[in-house]
């Protein structure tokens, strides 16, 4: 039986597009990438597991680092609209998928892209640009929209029947949908693009590259999570949004201690749960003394005149700092937010 990767998310069309080729008889792997966000702090991709089994076919996680973030740095065709450098990211995953079908034998790599439906990597000239960008061109199938692309090398070898293929084009998932209803497939409902098309998140990743280029890759996994403010170029906190970021954030900071103790502390209320919070960088004393105000504005004790937060790591020694709860206008004077304009090398 004839391997085949499938780039798989758990979605419509890569469901669709892996049944698709299970029908024909191929042993499908399903290959799952995940964002740099969520790769090491406890977060399993229950949406791929879930659709994966319902499928019937095996699941292949594969986790981005370094190599994910030397390309976010400087991708080759830019950016969209936020910090998504969508063209370069599919190059890269297309190159490291191709690289997996040859260590498992797999005939190829199969997308569940459609022709037409997003606007920067899925345009019909940029899969040809992609393909030959990522030295795999006439190898990656593409079922959903294979036939109005040239056929690919297994479809010629008569590997798989181009016939009981598809010829969708453009934003609408109505054949998709019917045919996961006929097949009864289960799926993740259509969704929007990957965390770096979000605007905040675009914003965090603009102040980032603007006032340290040489971010690490824990810095990086850090725009994903928490309020961001920054008070001066050489500091910034980043300050929980909930129970469940807490711990999140802490797995971070642990990572970032090893790395770089002299450079990181938290904070935390001392008397009362609330956010946990992580400053980056040289603070000064008045920077101290806002982070620990503005841990405390996020906690249900915010109305109190005076909270006890405790600050730890970077020779801290556990210390307790008294302040008031910071005022919005405060927040908002340092934020990091979409309504700034940062200065940066983005294209």
Known sequence: MHKAIVMFSGGLDSVVAAHALKSQGLDVIALHFVLPFYAGVGIRPAQAEESAEALGVTLRVEEEGEEFLEMVRSPKFGYGKNANPCIDCRIHRVQKAARIAEETGAVCVATGEVAGQRPMSQKMHMLHRIEKAAGVKGKILRPLSAKLLPPTEVELAGIVDREKLFDISGRTRAVQLAYAKEHGLIHASPAGGCTLTNLETGARFADLMANNPLFSLIDFKLIAYGRHFRTSPKY?????????????????????????????????????????????????????????????????????????????????????TNVRPAEESELDRYRVSSDKKVKTPLR
């Open 236 to 320: 910034r906190v980043i300050i929980s949004r909930n129970s469940g970021e807490n711990e999140i954030i802490e797995k971070l900071y642990a990572s970032l201690q090893a790395s770089s103790p002299s450079n990181v502390f938290q904070m935390y209320l001392r008397d009362a749960p609330g956010p946990l919070a992580i400053g980056l960088g040289e603070p000064s004393e008045d920077d101290l003394r806002f982070s620990a105000a503005a841990t405390a504005r996020f906690s249900k004790i915010r109305d109190m005149e005076s909270v006890a937060v405790i600050i730890s790591g970077n020779n801290f020694d556990n210390r307790v």
